[in-house]
């Protein structure tokens, strides 16, 4: 069987997994109420982690597939702070309890485009609110091109200790077919400056399958992402989803790779990290550096995986803080009001911004273990999650009868209770995973996610 076989077998649309069940079977069956009585329900004892939003970018770049507008004036930037600040009082107050918080991650959109003593003002709050350790992880997401010299001192002052940069590809011509002109000397000096600030480790994100590009040319961005000694690299396929994100359509689609394209230059950007950089592969589409904590966790069977995908977060309760943020309490997920508008109406009344989500069954969570231990591991004991669940294991065993296709593909191995996915079968995991998804029917193979290749 031959890649370009392999590619038209599996190239439907499947989903990245960074949550089971994925976010379009979320209802309004879960509303504020519910979130409320859920946070009430938390342990002291359990350990949370904060996702925090900021839907606000200096430019809108073509491919991006994130929750994001251009908001270029300070005065909306400083209520949303003032919002976000709210939200986590409301929080600590539903939880009745001064709770412990293990991470804390800053994404977007573009975090630093709060303003820094708004920033400031909210992890200084985080720290009245709640008990953050010293070991606990503060994470930021980083476009370089949008950093000044005040912010990056203002991070060293938060006790920042992981960033991620963004970078999607250095060649100028795919900067330019994507609207984000970022040349590689701006790149380098923010991963100088943050480690000038002690920021130990970095994360790059890059991306294949970008219009314009080309194998020789991710060869060439792999190399000068090397050249950074990021401890992590993440390396995302372009997820074109016009129809749900609009301004994709200024892309010209008879620049895009194929799907044969996309899955060579996946391959070769991954050649080079791991035999010239000596990054491990882990899961679907993150590098790390063997001594980086993301690999160590992937090797002791401790990876987890979440919105922001592969993580070594373990915390059972994520608060989604800030428009279109997603909780995950081990009751279920809840996710705030997409947009900023109906989110600040909402915050500013009082009342929690939840619009919809999912309360967890048992068959759920069976699932949902099974389907993290296959993205993670790239393999998973169908008989010993079962066992640890309580559960029968016979709906995952019928499940895996859809494996044989995947055995006679050389892309598993399965001996009637364990999976394994096979080197070759890496780029195809989602599709393994979406054996085990029960919510996943034929007419999702439409269009609401993007290709798996
Ligand atoms: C939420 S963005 C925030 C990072 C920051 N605003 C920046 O652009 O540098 C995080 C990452 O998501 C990835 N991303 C955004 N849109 C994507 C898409 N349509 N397909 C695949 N990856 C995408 C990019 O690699 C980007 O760096
Ligand atoms: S990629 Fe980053 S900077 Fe570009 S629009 Fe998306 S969130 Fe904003």
């Known amino acids: 069987m031959t890649n370009a076989d392999l590619i038209a077998r599996y190239d439907g649309r499947v989903p990245r997994y960074t949550s089971y069940p994925t976010a379009p079977h979320f209802s309004e069956a879960v509303s504020g109420a519910t979130y409320l009585r859920w946070l009430g329900e938390l342990s002291p004892a359990t350990p949370l982690s904060l996702y925090l939003h900021v839907p606000f970018c200096e430019r809108l770049c073509l491919y991006c597939g994130c929750t994001t507008s251009v908001v270029r004036l300070e005065a909306p930037r400083r209520a949303y702070a003032e919002l976000l600040k709210s939200e986590l009082r409301m929080v600590a107050a539903a939880l009745g309890h001064r709770a412990r918080v293990t991470q804390i991650h800053w994404g977007g959109g573009t975090p630093t485009s709060l303003p820094v003593d708004s920033l400031m003002q909210i992890m200084a709050l985080i720290r009245d609110l709640f008990t953050v350790p010293d070991d606990a992880e503060v994470a930021i997401e980083i476009d370089p091109t949008a950093l000044a010299t005040q912010q990056l001192v203002a991070l060293g002052e938060i006790g920042l200790n992981r960033a991620s940069i963004g970078v999607q590809d250095f060649d100028p011509a795919v900067q330019r077919a994507i609207g984000r002109v970022q040349p590689f000397d701006i790149t ?22 970008l219009p314009r590009q080309t194998i020789d040319g991710v060869i060439r961005t792999a190399r000068q992402a090397l050249e950074l000694g990021a401890d992590r690299i993440a390396v995302f396929g372009y997820a074109h989803v016009p129809w749900m994100k609009r301004h994709q359509r200024l892309i010209n689609e008879a620049d895009l790779p194929d799907a044969n394209a996309r899955f060579a230059q996946r391959a070769a950007i991954a050649k080079v990290l791991e035999s010239e950089g000596n990054y491990l592969p882990v899961g679907l589409d993150h590098y790390a550096r063997p001594d980086d904590s993301l690999a160590r966790a992937m090797t002791s069977g401790q990876l987890h995986r979440g919105f922001q995908g592969y993580t070594t977060d373990a915390a059972p309760a994520l608060i989604g803080i800030g428009a279109s943020s997603i909780g995950c309490l081990p009751q279920g997920y809840a996710q705030n009001a997409p947009t900023a508008v109906a989110y600040a109406a909402a915050i500013e009344a009082g009342r929690p911004a939840i619009v919809r989500g999912i309360e967890l069954s048992a068959e759920d969570r069976l699932r949902a273990e099974v389907i993290e231990r296959i993205m993670c591991d790239l393999h998973a004991d169908l008989g010993a999650v079962a066992a640890a669940h309580g559960a029968d294991p016979a709906p995952l065993l019928a499940a895996a009868n859809g494996l044989k296709r995947f055995e006679n593909d050389a892309l598993v191995q399965f001996d009637g209770t364990r999976i394994d996915v096979t080197e070759a079968g890496r780029p195809f995991v989602r599709n393994v995973a979406a054996l085990f998804d029960a919510y996943l029917a034929p007419a999702e193979a439409g269009p609401r996610h993007a290709g798996a290749i």
């Open 188 to 209: 380098q000096a923010c991963a100088l400056a943050l480690r000038e600030i002690d920021v130990p480790s970095l994360n790059l994100d890059l991306i294949y399958g």
